[in-house]
């Protein structure tokens, strides 16, 4: 059974949709259930110098879990610094929301490797050193998606927001 937060991000979702010219992007998916997700980041800087994500979009193919987990990511992610966010993980994710059915823990974990492999991205554009948990996490995630199947699917992310329910 869903929580009436996670009903209420289902429904209506925060920063659905897409950033024009991100500096980063984070992609993955699930290859046994099939879901997709892509998060998008703006970053800028705190008044102490730090980086912070500025602004944070999602599109998400998926169930109704990984429509809510990806949309309560984004509040939780947005203004906070790099180094907070990378700290966001699925039973962070899972407490915001109240709760998932067990069966959907798997979407949180999705929704926190998204946002993980959009830092990664950020720190491989711009030369950073990437923290060794980080680069597992990437080579994990790698694992976990089969990328040929994703563009296809991902074109149809925003428009198929809610096409599936389960
Ligand atoms: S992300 Fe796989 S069923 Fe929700």
Not at 10 to 27: L, Q, S
Not at 57 to 85: H, M, N, P, R, W
């Amino acid at each position: 059974m869903y929580t009436n937060k996670a009903l209420q991000h289902f429904k209506k979702p925060k920063n659905m949709g897409r950033i024009e010219n991100p500096d980063a992007i984070g992609e993955v998916g699930n290859v046994i259930c099939g879901d997709v997700m892509k998060i998008y980041l703006k970053i800028g800087k705190n008044k102490s110098g730090q980086e912070i994500i500025k602004d944070i979009k999602f599109e998400t193919y998926g169930c109704v879990a990984a429509i809510a987990t990806s949309s309560v990511l984004t509040e939780l992610a947005k203004g906070k610094t790099l180094d907070q966010a990378l700290k966001i993980d699925n039973q962070t994710i899972i407490n915001a929301l109240g709760n998932l059915p067990a069966i959907k823990i798997h979407c949180s974990v999705l929704a926190a490797n998204a946002l993980a492999e959009a830092i990664y991205n950020y720190f491989t554009k711009n030369n950073r050193e990437i923290p060794e948990f980080l680069k597992q996490k990437h080579a994990s995630s790698l694992r976990a998606t089969q990328r040929e199947h994703l563009p296809a699917r991902l074109a149809n992310a925003s428009s198929k927001r809610a096409g599936r329910q389960k």
